[in-house]
């Protein structure tokens, strides 16, 4: 069936440093894949959405790339803040069984960013 | 534009007792779907709606059910509850039925407590 595996966290880091927290995906067909993200108290928000192979999306300084040859779409951001702690979700939506808005999420990583 | 209203906020109930949540989307979103988030198990999908009908449904037994209303907005009970049920839910909505390319909006959730 289809899933989406996450790095465990919690990831600590410092201001301005690089960040990537690996995800990737086992589905059928197409997937489109997303990433989620979670402030404390508070509901997902969508980062940032790829629909097909070697789609690159990017927002607030985040990027993934769509790589099916792997089966990945890992995220990163060059220069992490300390307003980007929150849990980050991957998460797919699968192209079989027709219209859906079903996602598969991954079991989430905590950031944390320290001054 | 008001954005996925949950109610109620936080809910406590003893085992065995019945609950119902409550979803407001998005105005003029016709898609709203059902999440349960555990520490444990992540975000699990329970069911999705469109124009008032159930169109997709995850692996949840049957105390779980939903339902929808002509105004869009949609409702979730869950029956003879378990401790195990303590989660938060989260109600999403899209404004399409495609389920391809769709942004889906999160509410914040109803935390739910079962003693």
């Known amino acids: 069936g289809n899933s989406v595996t996450q790095m465990e966290g919690p990831v600590t880091l410092s201001e301005e440093a690089f960040l990537t927290i690996n995800c990737t995906y086992t589905a059928t067909g197409y997937p489109s894949l997303f990433w989620y993200v979670q402030y404390p108290g508070e509901g997902l928000q969508l980062l940032l959405k790829a629909t097909k192979a070697d789609d690159k999306g990017s927002n607030k300084g985040f990027e993934a790339t769509y790589r099916k040859e792997t089966t990945s779409f890992h995220l990163e951001k060059g220069s992490v803040q300390v307003s980007d702690s929150a849990v980050y979700f991957c998460a797919l939506r699968s192209s079989d069984g027709g219209a859906t808005n079903k996602l598969i999420f991954g079991t989430g990583t905590l950031l944390a960013v320290q001054p | 534009k008001a954005g996925v209203t949950q109610t109620p906020r936080y809910l406590i109930k003893t085992r065995g007792q019945q609950v119902t949540l409550s979803c407001s989307p998005i105005?003029?979103?016709?898609?709203v779907s059902w999440y349960q988030q555990t520490p444990g198990q992540g975000l699990q999908f329970l069911f999705e709606y469109f124009s008032e009908t159930q169109r997709n449904k995850g692996n949840f037994p049957g105390r779980f059910s939903g339902r929808q209303f002509s105004n869009s907005r949609s409702e979730m009970n869950v029956s003879t509850l378990e401790l195990g049920d303590s989660a938060l839910y989260l109600c999403a909505s899209s404004s399409s039925s495609l389920g391809t390319n769709e942004k889906l909006f999160f509410g914040s959730g109803t935390q739910l407590s079962v003693l």
């Open positions: 105005s003029g979103h016709r898609s």
